[in-house]
């Protein structure tokens, strides 16, 4: 009967490290799908991330080769018939002096359909390079406003300001400041026509 104990023991004993190692490898294997969903998950994610940042980039190339195009299809000309328009210290309103300009301005855009027109902002020396830039930008968009309200097209105008950087006078006086405080036209004609 010992001997039977001992088989039956025996016998149990294995079950016991079957049923255990099945438990597991069970256990196991439960751990591995779910390590497998999460890894899929992260991929997905990842995946999802990548084209949102390809789109973001073939926009942006988009728009790159789009402005290049635009550019490409316009070259500066080298006459420029309008004169500056000035502006007093921190000021942007345009005078009423600069107003028989801008009627001229806008009879020539008128007459040749086919140019463009840059209006570059700019300042003095004085305030600061964020506060100029912001200042020349607001002298540009009121020469392009005023055009506008005499009928010129608003994609046919572009803005720029360059704040204090490209200075017509050097001095440190009031009659040269006076001379950097405006807006300039720059007249693009299409190329090829």
């Not at 069970?26 to 497998?36: I, L, S, Y």
Request: with cysteine.
């Amino acid at each position: 009967m010992s001997g039977r104990i001992a088989g039956v023991f025996v016998i149990a004993l294995v079950v016991v490290f079957s049923v255990a190692g099945c438990q597991q490898k069970r256990v196991t294997t439960q751990d591995a799908v779910q390590q497998e969903k999460q890894q899929q998950s992260m991929d997905e994610q990842k995946k999802g991330q990548e084209v949102v940042v390809a789109e973001k980039q073939s926009s942006s190339v988009i728009e790159s080769v789009d402005a290049k195009d635009k550019e490409a299809q316009y070259a500066e000309s080298k006459e420029n018939p309008f004169s500056d328009i000035l502006f007093d210290f921190d000021k942007y309103d345009v005078k009423d002096s600069y107003k028989t300009l801008l009627l001229s301005v806008t009879a020539w855009m008128t007459k040749n359909g086919t140019a463009r027109l840059t209006i570059e902002g700019h300042c003095d020396e004085r305030g600061t390079n964020e506060y100029n830039l912001a200042l020349g930008d607001r002298r540009a968009k009121a020469v392009k406003d005023y055009l506008i309200g005499l009928g010129i097209a608003s994609g046919r105008v572009d803005l720029i300001s360059y704040g204090e950087e490209k200075a017509l006078c050097n001095e440190q006086n009031e009659d040269c400041w006076a001379k950097n405080r405006r807006a300039h036209f720059v007249l693009l004609h299409r190329v090829g026509r």
